[in-house]
């Protein structure tokens, strides 16, 4: 049994609801195979009722035809020969003569065969359905003999079915509010296991899992993990998306749970034999969120320096191995106290002569400075200070600055 | 019995008796200072007080490893790396993983734990150096051995920077940083001028020795 779709909207979608065998005849067409759907809602014209409630539902314009094979279907849903409001039953048999009133353009056929059937008085299917076969394949060919089939409802052939649109969600609806995070953990992999055996059976991976949460109190709660490459590595993905929800945790529970991957094809990528090595991406990406909820958010990542001379200025990005030439310097560098320490200075002749802070006690033997910098003035938060490079009596090397809040110690090189 | 047998006949077939007890020297990698090498899968200790030039040598480590388009690692617990001076130094910063543990040596020695056990950097370097002595250490000898074991084994250099030396029998190779002396130029009050500082880094003396002449010397350069 075949049920053939004419009209106009997401037809597809309506069709894949009912079958999986999907074919798309033309854009206002669509074609499925409905065989078994009997058991389900019984008699043909129940079946019929079905889709057409729910085409009802969502609001999908259609005529709907019901036959023994899918061109006879198709043609009753084109015709819209009705036996009911928008829904057509061509009895198993009696094709040719339901089929029968319906005009031959509904066939289309060539203009050429159209005008010679035109000249014989030939319009309706039931004036072709009734010539002999062989008159008709001396005269007018294999097509001829296509359109009497076509004609009487006896064509046969198989459906060219749809792939279905590639959609990986999943959701489950819980029976009771799930609170703690250890049961949600077993519904996520619960989801993310089918998910990920849905894209290997495609050859498929993903960049990107989505997570939608909808709470008791009718909230809806979402998260987004994006992985630097693909993969469907589910320990990995669970325990990057528990991480996650443990530092942002949902604020009410749980009452539905919903999923979605990016599918993407895999990166296969041969390693070199000299290359250096170099951390996995997905295991960095799960050793950094590890590392993340120890030390706090915005800790992790590699420095990345901004153009602006205010001193002290970067910011952090994700990490990201770049490959460009190297330059060794060694070079004197600065340890910088975070926060910069507050200190009293003396002054001696208009220079520092004596400095104490946190930790730090000394009178200054050399010092170069001041160096005076500014910047941002013409922004809201401008910026001034005078900095010094001094050596004091504890051994080391400090460098100090004043600014209109005081002086501070901003570190020490070392 | 019968490997002693196997040994004899090894012994006869290559000609000469076998140490059959000794493992191979680890490989060692240019630290970027000439004269040192830092062996690969073992604990590197530097160790000197501040403004010893040990956060240099570091550095350097850190750029030369960097250069070699290695991925490193910086478990900074005191959170005092400076990025500007790194860059000027010669490291390639998308190539290194920053951790700032904000003044917490326990959150330092988990991070540098899950770096090393996730693997795939060729240098963890994990600066305790302004970490108060009596917290550094607190941190037990099972933690410096978990590390050490972690490293065993794998081309990951591990590197700690400290005012003394905290992991005792489980460094490979200790670097204990001297400054000899600081350079400046110009007149004083007027045009002077911080130019660098001489320092002297080589294995801590023992109780019997005197002098460490042979430590490689190398000279900072003020930016």
């Not at chain 1, 909230?219 to 993990?225: H, K, N, V």
């Not at chain 1, 530092?247 to 990166?267: L, Q, S």
């Not at chain 2, 972690?150 to 200790?174: D, I, M, Y």
Request: proline share 8%; net charge positive.
């Amino acid at each position: 049994m075949f049920a053939c779709l004419h009209g106009s909207g997401n037809l597809t979608a309506l069709a894949f609801e009912f079958s999986p065998l999907v074919e798309q005849t033309a854009p206002d067409t669509v074609t499925l195979d409905v065989s078994g759907l009997e058991r389900l809602f019984g008699f043909p014209q129940d079946v019929a009722a079905a889709i057409a409630r729910r085409a009802a539902e969502i609001r999908v314009k259609v005529h709907i035809a019901l036959a023994a094979n899918p061109d006879a279907a198709i043609c009753a849903a084109r015709g819209g020969v009705p036996s009911g409001p928008g829904i057509s039953i061509v009895p198993q048999g009696d094709e040719a003569k339901f089929l029968g009133p319906l005009p031959l353009t509904l066939l289309a056929p060539s203009p050429e065969l159209l005008e010679t059937l035109e000249r014989w008085g030939i319009r309706r299917f039931r004036d072709l359905a009734a010539l002999p076969p062989l008159g008709i394949a001396e005269r007018l060919g294999p097509e001829g003999l296509r359109l009497r089939e076509l004609a009487r409802g006896e064509a046969d052939r198989k459906l060219v079915p749809l792939d279905p649109p590639l959609e990986f969600e999943d959701q489950i609806e819980l029976e009771y509010p799930v609170e703690l995070l250890e049961p949600l953990a077993f519904l996520l992999a619960r989801l993310l296991n089918g998910l990920a055996a849905r894209l290997a059976t495609r050859a498929l991976a993903t960049d990107e899992l989505r997570l939608r949460l909808k709470l008791e109190n009718r909230a809806t709660y979402e998260r987004t993990l994006r992985l630097p490459v693909p993969s469907l590595d589910t320990k990995a993905l669970l325990k990057l998306l528990q991480l996650d929800l443990a530092a942002h945790p949902p604020e009410a529970p749980i009452v539905r749970v919903w999923m979605g991957m990016n599918p993407v094809k895999p990166r296969a990528a041969q390693g070199g034999l000299f290359v250096p090595i170099a951390p996995e991406p997905v295991k960095l990406e799960l050793t950094l969120a590890r590392i993340q909820a120890i030390v706090g958010e915005g800790r992790v990542g590699s420095p990345e320096l901004i153009d602006t001379h205010r001193p002290g200025e970067f910011r952090m990005v994700r990490p990201g191995w770049d490959r460009r030439s190297p330059f060794v310097v060694c070079q004197l560098v600065l340890r910088v106290f975070r926060p910069p320490r507050a200190a009293s200075v003396a002054m001696a002749s208009g220079q520092p002569g004596f400095v104490a802070a946190d930790g730090i006690r000394g009178k200054v033997l050399e010092l170069a400075g001041p160096w005076r910098t500014s910047g941002d003035w013409w922004t809201s938060n401008p910026w001034a200070r005078d900095e010094w490079d001094i050596a004091l009596s504890d051994g080391a090397l400090y460098r100090i600055y004043r600014e209109p809040r005081g002086w501070f110690v901003e570190g020490s090189y070392d | 019995m019968r490997a002693a047998v196997l040994k004899k006949q090894f012994e006869s077939v290559l000609g000469g008796h076998l140490d059959w007890q000794s493992r191979p020297m680890p490989e060692l990698v240019p630290s970027g200072i000439s004269g040192i090498g830092l062996p690969r899968g073992c604990l590197t200790e530097i160790i000197g007080p501040a403004s010893s030039g040990r956060t240099s040598l570091l550095v350097a480590i850190l750029a030369a490893a960097t250069a070699r388009e290695e991925v490193c690692a910086l478990v900074d617990a005191e959170d005092t790396f400076d990025p500007l001076s790194a860059a000027a130094a010669g490291v390639r910063l998308p190539r290194l993983l920053w951790v700032r543990c904000s003044h917490n040596a326990e959150h330092a020695l988990k991070a540098a734990d899950l770096l090393i056990q996730g693997g795939g950097f060729g240098l963890v370097a994990m600066d305790l150096g302004d970490t108060p002595s009596n917290a550094a250490r607190r941190i037990s000898l099972t933690s410096w051995f978990r590390l050490r074991r972690g490293v065993e084994h794998t081309p990951t250099v591990l590197v700690t920077v400290a005012r003394q030396s905290n992991a005792r029998t489980c460094a490979s190779l200790v670097l204990e940083c001297a400054r000899e002396r600081v350079t400046w130029s110009g007149t004083r009050g007027t045009s002077q001028l911080l130019r660098g500082m001489r320092v002297r880094a080589g294995r801590p003396l023992g109780p019997t020795e005197r002098s460490k002449t042979c430590s490689p010397v190398f000279t900072a350069v003020a930016i």
